[in-house]
């Protein structure tokens, strides 16, 4: 069982940068797909980025591209997602999964594993 902790979320104004980060214990991290997704109120859940086992394969959705940067540290089982230029509409609870059967499944449903996510607020 894979266990997820987030961390970093936080209030910045509008043009500003935030880093969160994803800490993975109880099972093998660096053969498993690593993604990032949102949550706004009222809204679904949406992909936001994703990393292979291979750090060079990402991909993003295209709101973000540009302006957001995944990452992954094996050594330390861990995920980052470098936030900047960041806009009010960027303002959600992050999640960090684990665990989908290939990159671009950006659904929610097909990863496995999830954390309990860290509120990103973007004050204009």
């Known amino acids: 069982q894979v266990q997820l902790v987030e961390s970093g979320g936080g209030l910045v104004q509008a043009g500003g940068s935030l880093r969160l980060s994803c800490t993975a214990s109880?099972?093998?991290?660096?053969?498993?797909?690593m993604g990032w997704f949102r949550q706004a109120p009222g809204k679904e859940r949406e992909f936001v980025a994703a990393?292979?086992?291979?750090?060079?394969?990402?991909i993003y959705r295209d709101s973000v591209k540009g302006r957001f940067t995944i990452s992954r540290d094996n050594a330390k089982n861990t995920v980052h997602l470098q936030m900047a230029s960041l806009e009010p509409d960027d303002s959600a609870v992050y999640y960090c999964?684990?665990?989908?059967?290939?990159?671009?499944?950006?659904?929610?449903?097909?990863?496995?594993?999830w954390g309990q996510g860290t509120q990103v607020t973007v004050s204009s």
């Open positions: 999964a684990a665990d989908v059967n290939y990159l671009g499944n950006t659904y929610y449903t097909g990863y496995k594993y």
């Open positions: 990393i292979g086992t291979r750090p060079i394969n990402t």
């Open positions: 109880g099972g093998t991290f660096n053969n498993k797909i």
